[in-house]
Structure formats: structure tokens, C-alpha cells
């Protein structure tokens, strides 16, 4: 047991963060699992402790606890070709710590710029808080306490804020004592609003049961990890996994892979769901940091990270925007977020088995759209996509990206509608804008059957638009054939970069 976790005699409810033991056998340590894997140095040394890994979404950077300056304190690696870096102490959040106070649980937002823990410091709202620091430009800003819209006199801990950034998972001290003394805790969820988490509730049963901790929700939004000390576990806190759909959390599933007799509380995963990060007790009864393979039956549904900046097209420069994911057949909004407003920086996290359109917009600017059709994806990937928006000024002209026609055809499509709309609310937030669609096509045919398929495209587009309230004098309906191309038509991803709808301001 890990006494430094139970702050003095105010937080005795504070349990044991201890996780899978090690046994010494011939001078090295035996693991219960056998698919453990030390990280090695430079992040783990044999004289002192490292504990309560937290590591980032795309499995490139980790924080956890230490006590190798003689007290904890946050520390920060970063992974390249599988090589862990020198340990960093965070000292813009340790240097604020008093040597009595207690802080822990760190836990990434999954875009990688905020870092959220747990801490009595100076500023503590009640008796233990939840905190976060922000990361600007790639440096870690001052400490800030969540607020009392999540934090009351008592403890609140632990937290973990879900990919959209929307709900914020937490622990927060019970009414019950477990079965060894411990005070218990349940999970609680708050819903942002605005800048800030608000309205905390319990999380319904089958989760809570009396005496619950450290959530950890995945990169899918709905599978949550969590430990509880219940019937039918191999004693102590033992891991849980439920999974969300709709409103309901299905019935947790005991991690018996990982549970053991001793207390199984904090571990970490990355965006692609499969390993595990956890702190394991070697056999100097110091704590180091382990990583195995999460069994496929735990994984979170499978998901694509998609990555950016977006800039600003006439200085190149990075620039603040609101980025909103929605199902592209249903028109579902999937969610809606904020980039970092100063490096410009956007991560999303879509689940695969789906088509996607996300846009990207800003006020006072042009929108830049995307399609991201998921479902046939097979496996975890990466994709790099930066974004340019272009100020709304004469004669601006910028590509309706997600405007669909059928084959050989005028006809729109139903997935071009999510497109249009916001057309239609551009137009109709700048009601004076007068704007030419004109409609391009590659040179495959004649000039003259592609001169009038694009007339005829771009007067499919001005009727949505009038359809839904945009005037027809503000508007124009122009076809260029395969007049104006925008690229060589040399190759077949070329001639598709030519086949387009573009929006151009004739008068503001």
C-alpha cells in the first residue's frame, strides 16, 4: 500500500494505488502477467518510485508521478523510434506544490493540450481538487483549478474528459466504507458548457455499486475503465470496463487479465486501444512503469485520428476556429470543438465503420470541409489533414470540398446537403453577400457536354439555395466545362481535383 496517497489524517478515504504485484524470484522480478514489459530506463530506476503513468493519445509522450527528488512531482518523456527521453520535471505545476500537499492522477485530454490531475494546493476549492494545466505553443501553462462547478468542500478527483472534450469523468468522495475501512467513492460525469464542466452526476448503476474510482474513458467516447471494489472480484479494487450506448452503461466486465488480490486501480491507453500503461511494484518494493497488450475482447471500438493546423490562407499563419464532426448520411453532429487558438492545432477521433464530414470554420472567413468515409478502415491510423480558411472579401473564391453529384449527372446528392447548409448560413450571416457557383469539370468528353453539365451543376446548387431562402438575385449560376482546370489534367486524382463547385463573392 502507497500510503503517500492517503494525505495525512484529512484524506485517510484516499485508497491504495498499487497495481499488479511482483514477485522476487532469482534476483529479478516475476511477473503475474506475463506480457508485462518494463519501459526501461531512462524512465524507471531501481532507488525510487514511478507511478500513475498517463500517456498521450498518439503514444508519444508520458507523465507520470516520481519521487526521485525526494518528494512526488510530475515528470514528462516523449518517444521516439521507441525511445523514451530524459525525464522532464514539470515544475510550472510542481513548483506550486507545497511539500504537505498531495498531487496525482494525471490524465492527457486526448488533443494532447491540456493535462489534468488531482491536488489540495493552494486554490483548492474544498478538501481535494480536480486541476488542469494548458499547453501553449508546446509549453505548459500555470495551473488552474476546474472550478466550483465540479469541486465542493469535499474530495474531487481523478478526472478524465472524454475525445469531444464534452464530459468530464470523475471520482468524488461517498457515504460508505468498504468492506477494509477505506471511505468509498463514486463516479460522477459533468457536460461542458461554454468554458466550463458543469452539473456533475452520479454515473447510473450498473457503474456505480457503492464503492468506485479512477475512470478512465477511451478514445471511442463510450468505453469507460474503471476499478470497484464489488462482489465476485478477486479482492480489493479490482478494473472494470462498461460500454455506453445511448444512455445506457452496460454491465462492467471484470479485467481478470490484470485484477489481482491487491487493489488494481489507475492505467492509461492510447487512442489506439490496444496497451495498456500501469504502474507494478518491483522487487525493491518500488513502483515502476509497465506497458502489455490490452486482450482485443477490452479494446475500445477502433478508431482513426485525424490531425492538423488550420491556417489562416493569406498570412499562413495559424488561427482559432470551431471544428464540427457530423454523420454525413444521417446529418447526426457528432461533436463540435475549439482548436488551439494560438498554434492552431485540431485532433479528432472517429470511429471507424462510418462516413464523416467535418468542417472547419471561423467567423469572417470562408469554411474548408472534408470527407472522411471510415467504413471500410481496417486498422488504427494517423491522418494529417491541415485546413486553410480564406477571409470573406470581393472576389474570394473557395471550393464547396463535400458537394456530391450523381454519376454523369446534375442530380445532388443527400450527402450534399450537410455542404449547402452551410452555404446557406454563410449567406445568411452576411446578408448583402452576392456570390457566383461555378461548377468545373475534367476533360474527359467533349467541351461542349461538359460546358453544359457544369451549367447544369451549378444551377442545381443555386436551387437548394433559393429552396431554403437565399434570394436569386444573390446569386449566379455559372458552368466553365473544363475551361478553367486547377491542376494539369495529366492523372486521374488530377482530373478528380478539377471535377468541382466553387463559391466565389461577386459583392459584399
Keep these: 500500500m502507497k500510503n503517500r496517497l492517503r494525505h495525512s489524517i484529512l484524506y485517510f478515504f484516499i485508497h491504495v494505488i498499487a497495481v499488479i504485484s511482483v514477485f522476487a524470484q532469482n534476483d529479478a522480478p516475476t511477473l503475474v502477467n506475463p506480457s508485462l514489459r518494463t519501459l526501461g530506463k531512462p524512465i524507471n530506476t531501481l532507488e525510487f518510485s514511478e507511478f500513475a503513468p498517463t500517456i498521450s493519445a498518439d503514444g508519444n509522450t508520458l507523465i507520470y508521478e516520481s519521487d526521485k527528488s525526494g518528494r512526488w512531482r510530475l515528470y514528462i518523456s516523449s518517444q521516439a523510434n521507441g525511445v523514451w527521453s530524459e525525464p522532464k520535471d514539470m515544475d510550472v505545476i510542481n513548483n506550486r506544490v507545497m ?18 490531475f488531482t491536488s489540495n494546493m493552494k486554490g483548492t476549492v474544498g478538501g481535494m481538487d480536480m486541476w488542469y494545466s494548458e499547453k501553449i505553443n508546446d509549453v505548459w501553462q500555470a495551473p488552474k483549478n476546474m472550478g466550483k462547478t465540479v469541486n465542493t468542500a469535499g474530495y474531487d478527483g481523478f478526472p478524465s474528459v472524454s475525445p469531444d472534450g464534452k464530459s468530464l469523468y470523475f471520482m468524488r468522495a461517498g457515504t460508505n466504507n468498504s468492506p477494509t475501512g477505506q471511505r468509498c467513492c463514486i463516479l460522477m460525469v459533468a457536460e461542458k458548457r461554454g468554458n466550463y464542466f458543469i452539473n456533475p452526476k452520479a454515473l447510473p448503476s450498473p457503474v456505480n455499486s457503492g464503492c468506485e474510482g479512477y475512470p478512465r474513458i477511451m478514445a471511442d467516447g463510450k468505453t469507460l475503465i474503471f476499478s470497484s471494489y464489488r462482489s465476485g472480484g478477486k479482492g480489493g479494487y479490482d478494473l472494470y470496463q462498461s460500454k455506453k450506448t445511448g444512455a445506457k452503461w452496460s454491465t462492467p466486465v471484470a479485467m481478470e487479465f490484470i485484477n489481482t488480490p491487491k487493489d488494481d486501480e489507475l492505467i492509461s491507453v492510447p487512442a489506439s486501444g490496444d496497451i495498456i500503461y500501469l504502474s507494478n511494484t518491483n522487487k525493491n518494493n518500488k513502483d515502476d512503469i509497465y506497458k502489455l497488450p490490452l486482450p482485443k475482447e477490452f479494446r475500445p471500438d477502433e478508431v482513426v485520428s485525424v490531425e492538423g493546423v488550420v491556417k489562416n490562407e493569406e498570412t499562413n499563419k495559424p488561427m482559432p476556429a470551431i471544428i464540427r464532426v457530423s454523420n454525413i448520411k444521417t446529418k447526426e453532429k457528432i461533436s463540435e470543438t475549439e482548436n488551439d487558438s494560438l498554434s492552431g492545432k485540431y485532433n479528432l477521433y472517429l470511429q471507424k465503420g462510418k462516413k464523416y464530414d467535418v468542417s472547419v470554420t471561423s467567423k469572417g472567413y470562408s469554411f474548408q470541409s472534408e470527407v472522411y468515409d471510415l467504413e471500410k478502415a481496417t486498422a488504427y491510423e494517423t491522418i494529417k489533414k491541415d485546413m486553410v ?15 456530391f453529384f450523381d454519376f454523369d449527372s446534375a442530380s445532388l446528392t443527400k450527402e450534399s446537403e450537410l455542404e449547402l447548409d452551410r452555404v446557406i448560413e454563410m449567406m445568411k450571416t452576411n446578408a448583402t453577400m452576392q456570390v457566383e457557383i461555378s461548377a468545373h469539370t475534367d476533360d474527359m468528353g467533349s467541351d461542349a457536354y461538359n460546358q453544359k453539365l457544369s451549367q447544369l451543376r451549378a444551377e442545381s446548387v443555386v436551387k437548394y439555395l433559393t429552396q431554403h431562402g437565399i434570394l436569386q438575385t444573390r446569386l449566379v449560376a455559372k458552368g466553365y466545362g473544363e475551361s478553367v482546370p486547377s491542376v494539369p489534367n495529366d492523372t486521374e486524382e488530377n482530373r478528380a481535383k478539377n471535377r468541382r463547385v466553387e463559391f466565389k463573392i461577386i459583392k459584399l
Design 389 to 403: 480558411l480564406e477571409p470573406l472579401k470581393l472576389n474570394a473564391s473557395f471550393r464547396l470540398n463535400n458537394l
Design 99 to 116: 511539500p504537505g500537499d498531495f498531487i496525482g492522477g494525471p490524465c492527457f485530454s486526448y488533443d494532447g493540450n491540456r493535462l489534468y
